[in-house]
Nanobody, 117 residues
Framework: VQLQASGGGLVQTGGSLRLACTASEPDWGIAWHRQRPGKEREFLAGVTWSGESKYYADSLKGRFAISRDNAKNTVYLQMNDLQPEDTAVYYC??????????????WGQGTQVTVSS
């Protein structure tokens, strides 16, 4: 499966962005991860192929929400109340099983999110 991430950009502190990850084929679990400057890549949120189960990193404190539109093979990450520490490259990844880890077989190219203070 091929993944195309989009929706990144520059936003002010407190603003919102919605990222999109479009898969080339259906029926994959999709997760969002990010890599902040000088930090390791980290899991943020994941959703099963059916959309019935969603998983989040505890650190997000309810600011991010994952959803999917299977008619479009697209998974979204709605990010609210963005802070400068959210500045990172955001990646989507796919696997048959969704976990709160980095163990995904397929990765998209990443999209840059920059939050200005």
């Amino acid at each position: 499966v091929q993944l195309q991430a989009s929706g990144g950009g520059l936003v002010q502190t407190g603003g919102s962005l919605r990222l999109a990850c479009t898969a080339s084929e259906p029926d994959w679990g999709i997760a969002w991860h990010r890599q902040r400057p000088g930090k390791e890549r980290e899991f943020l949120a994941g959703v099963t192929w059916s959309g019935e189960s969603k998983y989040y990193a505890d650190s997000l404190k309810g600011r991010f929400a994952i959803s999917r539109d299977n008619a479009k093979n697209t998974v979204y990450l709605q990010m609210n109340d963005l802070q400068p520490e959210d500045t990172a490259v955001y990646y989507c990844a796919a696997d048959r099983i969704v976990t709160r880890t980095l163990s995904y077989d397929y990765w998209g190219q990443g999209t840059q999110v920059t939050v200005s203070s």
